[in-house]
Nanobody
Framework: QVQLVESGGGSVQAGGSLRLSCEVS????????MGWFRQVLGKWREVVAQ??????AYADSVKGRFTISRDNAKNSLYLQMDNLKPEDTAMYFC??????????????WGQGTQVTVSS
Protein backbone atom coordinates (compact mmCIF):
# COMPACT_ATOMS: atom_id res chain seq x y z
CA GLN A 1 0.00 0.00 0.00
CA VAL A 2 1.44 3.32 -1.06
CA GLN A 3 1.41 6.05 1.58
CA LEU A 4 2.62 9.63 1.52
CA VAL A 5 2.98 11.44 4.84
CA GLU A 6 3.74 15.16 4.96
CA SER A 7 5.31 17.03 7.84
CA GLY A 8 6.96 20.36 8.53
CA GLY A 9 4.05 22.74 8.27
CA GLY A 10 3.43 25.43 10.82
CA SER A 11 3.04 29.12 11.44
CA VAL A 12 5.69 31.64 10.44
CA GLN A 13 5.96 35.37 9.89
CA ALA A 14 6.32 36.84 6.44
CA GLY A 15 9.89 36.55 5.22
CA GLY A 16 10.47 33.37 7.18
CA SER A 17 11.20 29.85 5.99
CA LEU A 18 9.76 26.38 6.35
CA ARG A 19 10.81 23.00 5.00
CA LEU A 20 8.12 20.50 4.18
CA SER A 21 8.87 16.79 4.03
CA CYS A 22 6.97 13.96 2.41
CA GLU A 23 7.89 10.41 3.34
CA VAL A 24 6.89 7.78 0.79
CA SER A 25 6.26 4.16 1.70
CA UNK A 26 5.00 1.25 -0.32
CA UNK A 27 7.18 1.81 -3.38
CA UNK A 28 10.46 3.43 -4.44
CA UNK A 29 9.89 6.82 -5.98
CA UNK A 30 13.46 7.80 -6.83
CA UNK A 31 12.83 8.88 -10.45
CA UNK A 32 9.06 9.13 -10.59
CA UNK A 33 7.08 12.31 -10.96
CA MET A 34 6.30 13.87 -7.60
CA GLY A 35 4.85 17.20 -6.75
CA TRP A 36 3.73 19.66 -4.13
CA PHE A 37 0.30 21.22 -4.32
CA ARG A 38 -1.52 23.70 -2.14
CA GLN A 39 -5.12 24.52 -1.53
CA VAL A 40 -6.96 27.29 0.23
CA LEU A 41 -10.42 26.49 1.51
CA GLY A 42 -12.94 27.24 -1.21
CA LYS A 43 -10.38 27.42 -4.00
CA TRP A 44 -8.94 24.97 -6.49
CA ARG A 45 -5.88 22.96 -5.58
CA GLU A 46 -2.87 24.40 -7.43
CA VAL A 47 0.48 22.91 -8.29
CA VAL A 48 3.45 24.50 -6.55
CA ALA A 49 6.37 22.43 -7.80
CA GLN A 50 7.07 19.17 -9.56
CA UNK A 51 10.07 16.93 -10.02
CA UNK A 52 10.66 14.00 -12.36
CA UNK A 53 14.05 12.35 -12.45
CA UNK A 54 16.17 15.48 -11.85
CA UNK A 55 14.01 17.95 -13.75
CA UNK A 56 12.02 20.48 -11.75
CA ALA A 57 9.25 22.93 -12.50
CA TYR A 58 7.66 25.66 -10.39
CA ALA A 59 4.59 27.82 -10.35
CA ASP A 60 5.44 31.41 -11.27
CA SER A 61 4.26 32.57 -7.86
CA VAL A 62 6.98 30.61 -6.04
CA LYS A 63 9.90 30.71 -8.48
CA GLY A 64 13.07 31.86 -6.77
CA ARG A 65 11.58 31.28 -3.30
CA PHE A 66 10.72 27.56 -3.18
CA THR A 67 12.95 24.59 -3.97
CA ILE A 68 11.75 21.03 -4.52
CA SER A 69 14.17 18.18 -3.91
CA ARG A 70 14.25 14.51 -3.10
CA ASP A 71 16.41 12.19 -1.02
CA ASN A 72 16.34 8.80 -2.68
CA ALA A 73 18.04 7.10 0.24
CA LYS A 74 15.17 8.21 2.46
CA ASN A 75 12.51 7.84 -0.24
CA SER A 76 11.40 11.34 0.62
CA LEU A 77 10.40 14.55 -1.09
CA TYR A 78 11.05 18.04 0.27
CA LEU A 79 9.93 21.59 -0.33
CA GLN A 80 12.16 24.34 0.99
CA MET A 81 10.11 27.51 1.25
CA ASP A 82 11.97 30.78 1.76
CA ASN A 83 10.81 34.38 1.89
CA LEU A 84 7.30 33.24 2.67
CA LYS A 85 4.40 35.56 2.01
CA PRO A 86 0.90 35.68 3.52
CA GLU A 87 -0.49 34.50 0.19
CA ASP A 88 1.46 31.26 0.62
CA THR A 89 -0.91 30.32 3.42
CA ALA A 90 -2.60 27.05 2.46
CA MET A 91 -2.79 23.34 3.07
CA TYR A 92 0.15 21.75 1.28
CA PHE A 93 -0.05 18.26 -0.20
CA CYS A 94 2.55 16.01 -1.75
CA UNK A 95 1.64 13.72 -4.60
CA UNK A 96 3.27 10.95 -6.58
CA UNK A 97 2.71 9.07 -9.78
CA UNK A 98 4.45 5.94 -11.03
CA UNK A 99 5.80 7.58 -14.16
CA UNK A 100 9.18 9.16 -14.91
CA UNK A 101 7.60 12.23 -16.44
CA UNK A 102 4.88 14.55 -15.20
CA UNK A 103 1.60 15.02 -17.01
CA UNK A 104 -0.50 16.54 -14.27
CA UNK A 105 -2.05 13.28 -13.13
CA UNK A 106 -1.20 11.93 -9.71
CA UNK A 107 -2.51 8.70 -8.22
CA UNK A 108 -1.11 9.01 -4.72
CA TRP A 109 -1.70 11.85 -2.29
CA GLY A 110 -0.78 12.71 1.26
CA GLN A 111 -3.16 14.10 3.86
CA GLY A 112 -1.63 17.56 3.83
CA THR A 113 0.18 19.87 6.20
CA GLN A 114 -0.96 23.39 7.02
CA VAL A 115 1.26 26.40 6.37
CA THR A 116 0.21 29.74 7.80
CA VAL A 117 2.15 32.92 7.07
CA SER A 118 1.31 36.05 9.03
CA SER A 119 2.12 39.58 7.95
Amino acid sequence: QVQLVESGGGSVQAGGSLRLSCEVSGYTSSTDCMGWFRQVLGKWREVVAQIARTQTAYADSVKGRFTISRDNAKNSLYLQMDNLKPEDTAMYFCAAERRTWCNGVFSYWGQGTQVTVSS
